[in-house]
């Protein structure tokens, strides 16, 4: 069976073991279903996930133009303490940021490689997490917006990682860590306009990937630079992948490619 459809980010659904879906224009794809099957993935050309041209994709699956233009790519997605929302200061779109900004908040410890803080909106929760390949993780913040979650997320980074090894991540290279006790720990360096939010006594997510086989040494596919690639699929954890020959693929890292997927 062959689909042809512009990459984005998998949808996915948290199951007693995670499930994990393509989303074409006109296809809607299982991906679990494909475990243990030969997959080839071809690159056919671009599509900006913003404007729909076919246009060489920059960042984040947008355009050059749009990526600078789209307030779906202001600094504050990545940077959550530059939000001005709260402030009544546009960015590039006051009411989108509004709209995305004044929402509950979490901030978080994940489990992936390493113990590392992150932020999301509440409603991203676990999603944000089984992006992240996370086998667990924890709130410890809600706050009701999104420069609150990401002042938090400054300060507690001095103390702990904010970024996931996406090869030890991979390899299932896990770090044995009680989020509970990082979370007691880490407490007291929440800042003052924060700490009324802390969440006391919860408890720690466990997600089950659908992985067969961990590669020993994960290397990741470029399909700009190898257009056409078929292996068999052994697995699937965040956004990658995992293919019998080690071969990894990261979907989200790829937005805004066509792509046909046949199998």
């Not at 991906?31 to 050309?45: D, G």
């Not at 990682?161 to 770090?175: F, G, V, Y």
């Not at 360096?189 to 067969?212: M, R």
Request: glycine share 4%; charged share 30%; with cysteine.
């Amino acid at each position: 069976m062959k689909y042809q459809g512009v990459l984005k980010k998998m949808l996915t659904e948290n199951a007693e073991e995670i499930q994990y879906y393509l989303d074409f224009k006109t296809d809607f794809i299982n991906i679990n279903q494909l475990l243990n099957k030969e997959i080839a993935i071809n690159f056919e050309t671009y599509e900006c996930l913003n404007c729909d041209l076919e246009k060489e994709i920059y960042r984040q699956g947008f355009c050059k133009s749009c990526f600078f233009d789209t307030p779906n790519a202001g600094d504050w997605i990545m940077r959550p303490e530059l939000s001005k929302a709260h402030l009544g200061i546009e960015d590039r779109d006051l009411a989108y940021e509004q709209s995305v900004q004044l929402k509950p908040h979490i901030v978080y410890l994940a489990n992936s490689s390493n113990v590392k803080v992150g932020v999301t909106r509440k409603q991203q929760v676990p999603t944000r997490w089984i992006d992240q390949g996370a086998h667990e993780a924890i709130e410890i913040v809600e706050v009701p917006n999104r420069y609150l979650a990401g002042i938090t997320e400054v300060a507690l980074k001095k103390y702990v990682a904010d970024k996931t090894n996406w090869r030890k991540m991979l390899k299932n290279d896990i770090e044995d860590a009680s989020l509970m006790e990082w979370r007691d720990k880490l407490k007291e360096f929440i800042p003052e306009e924060a700490k009324e939010y802390f969440i006391e006594n919860n408890t720690e997510t466990h997600l089950n990937f659908p992985v067969i086989k961990y590669p020993m040494k994960p290397k990741s596919l470029n399909l700009k630079k190898t257009p056409n690639y078929k292996g068999k699929l052994v697995g699937i954890k965040g956004q990658y992948l995992i293919f019998e020959d080690e071969t990894v693929f990261n979907v989200r890292a790829n937005e805004g490619l066509v792509v046909n997927v046949e199998f």
